[in-house]
């Protein structure tokens, strides 16, 4: 995965499923992606504590089956920042095929 | 599968290792249950193998905690310094900046009076407020029976210190000369005057940012 992409993966999710916590988001990615995309190798939770420490995430907990659940959440500057994000994403992509060839240009 | 308690047990004894705060404990802990609770029940590897193939696949691994913990404490210790450097710098905006410059004012009048000994008083008792407000938590929560510290009450309890630290590495011999000076002159005066400005904005800061981080305690 590129570098930022999954910063971005999270407030999409977020933006559309209001509340997550932290295994949801893995589960959430492997069904949409059909397990294509797996977050491995402890990417997923610094990119939350770092959207969080931000200001773009807020956290709260709730008791699920006697033990503590912390849920993420947007924050309304990171609920601004989703499209911003995805913006960039997406020109980052057009970009990267635009590179490789992938697409005829257009101008 | 269906978790026994025993296994939740050996889980918690498994991560109580390898992690130093309550907020990595908890978040790993739940990961780690709903991930094995939907896998399908086998025999053929024991539950401290079935936790770690998780651990390894979602987390890097055991030894990944510790790393993964320090960055986050980093994180959290870097935002609520920045919170409470933002609150001192609203002391110099609108509207605050009229009450800053009221106040400096009239300390700045008060330094040529013996009058200043109250505003000194109180500007002391500002910047120790850290320090005092940390105290009284600290007791308050020995009487309560917890699991492991979190990172955010290490962090205060750090400012409790540093409210100490601060104030005899500002408070040099300038105040103790000033009461042995019959007629201090304008620099010693405006000297004066923001020693005791950097004392209550401190303080006041702290206080604003401790309130805020109170209540987001209580909401969580």
């Known amino acids: ?107 | 599968m269906i978790i026994t308690l025993e296994q939740k047990e050996e889980l918690k004894l498994i991560l109580s290792e390898y992690t130093k705060y309550q907020e990595t404990y908890s978040e790993v802990y739940d990961h780690v249950l709903s991930a094995l609770e939907e896998q399908k029940d086998t025999l053929d590897t024991s539950f401290a193998q079935k936790v770690h193939e998780v651990l390894d696949a979602d987390f890097g691994g055991l030894a990944q905690l510790p790393v993964m913990e320090k960055k986050r404490a980093c994180l959290i210790n870097n935002q609520v310094a920045k919170k409470q450097l933002n609150f001192a710098a609203d002391f110099f905006k609108l509207p605050f900046v009229l009450y800053t410059l009221i106040a400096a004012v009239a300390i700045y009048q008060l330094a040529s009076t013996k009058l200043l000994s109250i505003a000194l008083l109180i500007a002391v008792y500002m910047m120790l407020s850290p320090t005092i407000i940390i105290g009284f938590r600290m007791v308050n929560n020995a009487f309560i029976k917890k699991g492991k510290p979190s990172i955010k009450n290490n962090m205060f309890n750090l400012m409790g210190i540093y409210g100490v630290i601060l104030y005899n590495a500002v408070n040099p011999h300038l105040l103790t000369d000033h009461f042995r000076l019959k007629t201090p002159d304008t620099l010693h005066l405006l000297m004066i005057t923001a020693l005791i400005m950097f004392y209550l904005i401190y303080g006041l800061s702290f206080i604003r940012l401790y309130r805020q981080e109170v209540k987001l305690e209580v909401a969580s």
């Open chain 1, 1 to 107: 995965m590129l570098k930022g992409t999954l910063q971005t993966i999270i407030l999409k999710l977020l933006e559309d499923n209001e509340q997550m916590y932290g295994y949801e988001i893995t589960q959430k990615v492997k069904e949409l992606t059909a397990g294509e995309m797996k977050l491995t190798e402890g990417a997923l939770y610094p990119a939350l504590h770092k959207l969080e420490a931000d200001g773009l995430l807020e956290t709260y907990n709730e008791i699920v089956d006697n033990r503590v659940r912390k849920y993420y959440r947007l924050t309304e500057q990171g609920g601004q920042q989703v499209a911003t994000k995805l913006q960039e994403a997406q020109n980052f992509i057009q970009q990267l095929q635009f590179l490789l060839n992938l697409t005829p240009h257009t101008s």
